[in-house]
């Protein structure tokens, strides 16, 4: 059984802090991982990918994998109040295998 | 690059009829393309992987002989929902991967259902 864990949160952040959301997967075979963002009411978007450990950045995003720990996780430097949503990590092996998503961290960002 | 759309965005039925939804990925070609159902606060549920020109597979759970799938394209994959009922009332989310990027997902904006 494949499982992603992430906190539910919410995760409040005040305007222009780090917000810090991790993500821990059980398939020791992942290859892939993706950060998904998805806003209420709408469908996911995806924002970041990462296949390699160490960390990816693009903008104020930071993708950080630790394939040995099962870890990976999101940064968002200079949050925006814009950037309130859920988040949703999904891990990816192999083929035409579908995504997992763990159930996604709410962060909020307050003005 | 990487859209998918469906259709409708929205839509509201009486108990008992049928609802169909595409998927489109409309400047890319998907061999597989993902149907997604997400209740109100959930997160959300893998329903079926359609493959094109074959047969979905249907998630643990959830009734092939009422959500019929069909993937008769690259890149057109349709959900019908037989026989609605007030508890399929839902978001119906697809999601596509490129042919040549297996790997990355792309999720069309979602079709809202609500059976009255």
């Known amino acids: 059984q494949k499982e992603v864990e992430q906190n539910s949160g919410p995760l409040s952040v005040p305007e222009g802090a780090i917000a810090s959301l991790n993500c821990t997967y059980s398939?020791?075979?992942?290859?892939?991982f993706f950060w998904y963002r998805q806003y209420s009411g709408k469908s996911p978007e995806l924002i970041m990918s990462?296949?390699?450990?160490g960390d990816k950045e693009d903008g104020r995003f930071t993708a950080q994998l630790n394939k040995a720990s099962q870890y990976v996780s999101l940064l968002i430097r200079d949050s925006q109040p814009s950037d309130s949503a859920t988040y949703l990590c999904?891990?990816?092996?192999?083929?035409?295998?579908?995504?997992?998503f763990g159930k996604g961290t709410r962060l909020s960002v307050i003005a | 690059g990487a859209v998918v759309s469906q259709h409708p965005s929205w839509v509201i039925c009486k108990s008992g009829t049928s609802v169909k939804i595409e998927c489109r990925s409309l400047d890319f070609q998907a061999t597989t393309m993902f149907w997604y159902r997400q209740f109100p606060k959930q997160s959300l549920m893998l329903m079926a992987t359609?493959?094109?020109?074959?047969?979905?597979?249907?998630e643990q759970g959830v009734e092939k002989d009422k959500f019929l799938i069909n993937h008769a394209s690259l890149t057109l994959s349709t959900l019908t929902v037989t026989s609605a009922h007030p508890e399929d009332s839902s978001f119906y989310i697809c999601?596509?991967?490129?042919?040549?990027?297996?790997?990355?997902?792309?999720f069309g904006p979602g079709t809202r259902l609500l059976v009255l």
């Open positions: 359609s493959n094109e020109g074959s047969k979905a597979t249907y």
């Open positions: 999601s596509a991967a490129p042919v040549d990027r297996a790997e990355t997902q792309y």
């Open positions: 990462i296949y390699s450990n």
């Open positions: 999904a891990p990816w092996n192999s083929g035409n295998t579908p995504l997992v």
């Open positions: 398939d020791r075979v992942s290859q892939s």
